[in-house]
């Protein structure tokens, strides 16, 4: 392991923000058990009241503890048939979770492709923020060098640390939410609604 990722672990394990590449763009990676964390992460990137923090899964296994009451089948469904990739999808938040990141009390979540941010999530454990590392109307970066002009002043407080690289740009992810049997898509990205109404298809019982 570099000295630069076992730094960004460990700013991660002090409560700080960690920048790096995701499948689509750099996102602003934090624990987000931890309130002061959380507090943190909105302190270099505000989010109004109408926006929650899409964030990425350490593993599969992480998911239940997140989600309160039991994941529906066709959630575990999409899971199976598409993960890892870029599909979030938000089931109701439990009390483990800290309420900010969530958007009208559910969270939304994936196990995220291959990806420096991916592997830091791995490896340090916990399931972290990966809301795009980009100012609100800015676009989102897709270089290190862009994260650290844009938030300069956080990385020289502490705050934030920025893994060095590049991502490759493109859609963010698709955001799905399910309720039930049912589902919504609450943002179209990388992966296609035409995937998720096959998958929905073929769990619904012949006429």
Known sequence: MSAEFEAALAQLAAGKVVAAATESYFGLLADISRPDAVEVLFSLKPRGSDKGVPSLLPARAAWPALVRGEIPELARAFADALWPCALSI??????????????????????????????????????????????????????????????????????????????????????????????????????????????????????
């Open 90 to 207: 938000a089931l109701p938040a439990s009390e483990r979770v800290v309420s900010r990141v969530a958007l009208d009390g559910s969270l939304a979540v994936r196990l995220p492709g291959a990806s420096a941010a991916a592997e830091l999530c791995t490896r340090f454990g916990k399931t972290l923020s990966a809301t795009s590392a980009n100012l609100p109307g800015a676009p989102p970066a897709t270089r290190s060098d862009q994260v650290e002009a844009e938030f300069s002043n956080a990385i020289a407080d502490g705050r934030l640390y920025v893994l060095s690289g590049a991502s490759p740009g493109g859609a963010p992810s698709t955001v799905v939410s399910v309720n039930g049997a049912a589902y919504q898509v609450a943002r179209i990205g990388a992966v296609a609604i035409s995937a998720l109404d096959a998958i929905a298809n073929a769990r619904r019982p012949s006429a």
